[in-house]
């Protein structure tokens, strides 16, 4: 089964410098409907715009991703981490015991727009880490590139959850599956363009839920980034 979260039906935060969808409740934004997915918490599409950003504040026991689509996104955090994330990068900071951080819009001028992704982690109290990496185009062209697991097989990410994030590019007739083994489901988030996923259309913004299904099937890309969270109910 593919429940499909429309784009517009997500919820908005709007402050001077920020313009923000919430697929699920953030904040102010409350929906009982939707307060995540298994152990997916939070996804934020953000536009940040320049030389503005979140100012130093704390985050306990989650996983959170940066997922940076245009312009760039400067980090810097409480165990001594400086870094500035791009289009292709990938970070993790995993909050563990409690670590604080700022999250700035590296340009004055120009604007920054990104994915923030909390995961619910495995265990609580882990010591604070961060990490980031960098996966090019052709890695992600036509198909999914894992970028993030709880074992950082093939050179991705660790996250500290039964987890498996997947990362994809696709035009024209570049097609890909992905089999859901017993017991997974999996979230599909289309950070742009427009793709089809087991027969439903989405486009820049919408997000589906897959239960119940043997695997995922991503086609008829128009300039389509694509996210798939392969996780355990």
């Known amino acids: 089964m593919l429940t499909i979260r429309r784009s517009e039906d997500r919820g908005p935060s709007r402050i001077g410098w920020l313009d923000s969808r919430h697929s699920f409740s953030f904040g102010q934004y409350h929906d009982p409907a939707h307060m995540g997915f298994g152990p997916l918490r939070v996804i934020n599409e953000d536009r940040v715009i320049g030389g503005a950003g979140f100012p130093t504040h704390g985050h306990a026991n989650m996983e959170i991703i940066s997922y940076v689509l245009d ?57 604070p880490s961060y990490e980031q990496k960098a996966f090019d185009e052709a890695s992600k062209r036509g198909q999914l590139r894992l970028v993030g697991s709880r074992d950082a097989r093939d050179g991705s990410l660790t996250l500290h959850q039964d987890v498996d994030l997947y990362a994809g590019l696709f035009d024209g007739d570049e097609r890909a599956e992905l089999p859901l083994r017993d017991g997974r489901a999996a979230w599909v988030q289309i950070a742009r363009g427009e793709v089809r996923i087991n027969d439903a259309d989405l486009r820049a913004g919408d997000g589906a839920a897959i239960t119940n299904e043997d695997r995922i099937v991503i086609d008829n890309g128009r300039s389509a980034e694509v996210l798939v969270f392969d996780m355990k109910l």
């Open 71 to 127: 312009g760039a996104l400067e980090h810097r955090d409480s165990i001594g981490t400086g870094s500035v994330i791009r289009p292709g990068d990938v970070q993790r900071m995993s909050a563990g015991s409690g670590i604080r951080h700022s999250e700035f819009n590296h340009s004055k001028t120009e604007g920054v727009h990104f994915l923030q992704i909390w995961i619910l982690p495995d265990a609580d109290g882990i010591a």
